[in-house]
């Protein structure tokens, strides 16, 4: 089941995901990307339903281009993350959106951040933090070996950790995850972590 | 001919003009002036005080003079109970926007907001325009202080040092030729002080015809001060304009 994490290091934070498309007990597709890239420096990894997922993170990101275009000076990840949490609050009382969320981002001034946000409108600013099944593993194995000046490389290592512990300890573990990364340079795909790939195209 | 276009707000006459938009401008060009200096440490507002009679107990300090959130602060020239409207409409928009985003709201977008509400009483109409011009002082983040000027029209523009109200052009003028790039929040108010002692219809410059705002940054955190009466008479005496100053124009 689902694994977003994410944390925040020396001049970067990084999110992880799991990339799996699950419907009941069927697995639709196993190279699905639930990291959006908000804009140039900001990343939204996010769980839950399928179809609110899609609906909210991309939502949000219009919204986002929308103030940048308007005023012409983008929204920073404590806006975005205030902003976001709005919307999931004010959605909650009406139609909630089944969606958590972890933004992370960097800016000029205040350099890489990270927010935790769950469908509930619970809003926190932190260096490390966890949604779904996976996340009993890896806030674990991250309250072990997390620190705050962390390298990417170190950061890295730390996420093989974590999806080592919840690939041989959780029954649902899914078997495809990315990684994003925002730093000073911008927000990017880093790396994949597959044990699976699609399903080959029988040659007729 | 084009009084036929008159009482419309919202219809283009022959000329291709709009009536009550200019009338009124033209009010304001009647009411107590405001002049407004943008130094490198902060912006200076300047507001001739209309009404001053001994027998008027006034509920603030100030009657030109608003504060529209921590970090902007405006003085108005024109209909007061207009402005009134008008900056209660600032203050919602600004705490709205520090609801939404837990920030304070760029100076640009507040005035903005302000002057789309201005904008739409020309185009989709009411019974007249607001006859309000708005000097606003602010500081933010991304383009630290600044000073805007707005009309009635719903226009709005960025200013080094401007002048809304009775003698704005002559006001304008002097600011043309007196203002320089980096000066100081001391000498920008020595200047707003000067113009308007030449400006003003009135021979001399006292501490009831006045107000002054300062808007600026200390320990990190903005700060908007009104002068008291007592500061105020001091810089007159220390800017040498107590006794009956120059020529009005």
């Known amino acids: ?204 | 001919m084009s009084r036929r276009y008159d009482s419309r707000t919202t219809i283009f006459s022959p000329e291709g003009r709009l009536y009550q938009v200019e009338y009124a401008m033209e009010a304001i060009g009647n009411a107590g002036s405001a002049i407004g200096v943008l130094s490198k440490d902060g912006v200076v507002l300047v507001g001739e005080k209309k009404v001053t009679s001994k027998l008027l107990q006034t509920s603030s300090s100030t009657e030109k003079m608003y504060k529209i959130d921590d970090h902007v602060a405006c003085v108005v020239a024109g209909i007061m109970s207009d402005a009134n409207i008008l900056i209660n409409t600032a203050r919602v928009q600004a705490q709205r926007y520090t609801f939404a985003y837990q920030e304070p709201m760029p100076v640009e977008q507040l005035v903005q907001s302000l002057c789309d509400t201005k904008q739409g009483y020309t185009q989709f109409g009411g019974l007249r325009p607001f006859g309000v011009s708005f000097l606003f002082a602010g500081w933010d983040k991304n383009y630290g202080f600044q000073l805007y000027m707005s009309d009635p029209s719903g226009n709005y523009g960025g200013w080094k040092a401007a002048a809304i109200g009775a003698n704005n052009q002559a006001a304008q003028s002097i600011l043309k030729q007196e203002y320089k790039d980096e000066l100081s929040r001391e000498e920008a108010v020595d200047l707003v002080l000067k113009v308007l002692s030449k400006t003003m219809d009135s021979t001399s410059l006292t501490s009831e015809k006045l107000e002054l705002a300062e808007v600026f940054v200390s320990n990190g955190k903005v700060k908007y001060q009104v002068h008291s009466p007592d500061s105020l008479d001091k810089l007159l005496i220390k800017s040498g304009l107590t006794q009956p100053a120059a020529e009005a124009s």
């Open chain 1, 1 to 204: 089941m689902e694994c977003v994490f994410g944390l925040v290091g020396k001049e970067f934070a990084l999110v992880v995901a799991d990339t799996s498309a699950v419907h009941s007990i069927l697995v639709h597709k196993s190279n699905e990307d639930k990291i959006m890239i908000l804009d140039s420096h900001k990343l939204m990894g996010a769980s839950g339903e399928a179809g609110d997922r899609a609906q909210f993170t991309e939502y949000v990101q219009k919204n986002v281009a929308l103030y940048q275009f308007r005023n012409g000076i983008p929204l920073t990840t404590k806006a975005t993350a205030n902003y976001t949490r709005g919307e999931l609050a004010t959605a909650l009382r009406k139609n909630p959106y089944q969606v958590n969320v972890i933004l992370a981002g960097y800016d000029q001034e205040t350099g890489p951040s990270l927010y935790y946000i769950d469908y509930i409108a619970t809003f926190h600013k932190v260096d490390k933090a966890a949604f779904g099944y996976g996340s009993y593993f890896a806030l674990s194995m991250m309250d072990r070996h997390y620190r705050p000046d962390m390298t990417v490389e170190e950061a890295v290592d730390l996420v093989d950790q974590c999806l080592a512990e919840i690939r041989s300890r959780l029954v649902v573990a899914p078997p495809n995850f990315v990684i994003k990364i925002v730093d000073k340079d911008g927000a990017r795909e880093y790396a994949w972590r597959q044990t699976v790939k699609d399903a080959p195209v029988p040659a007729v």
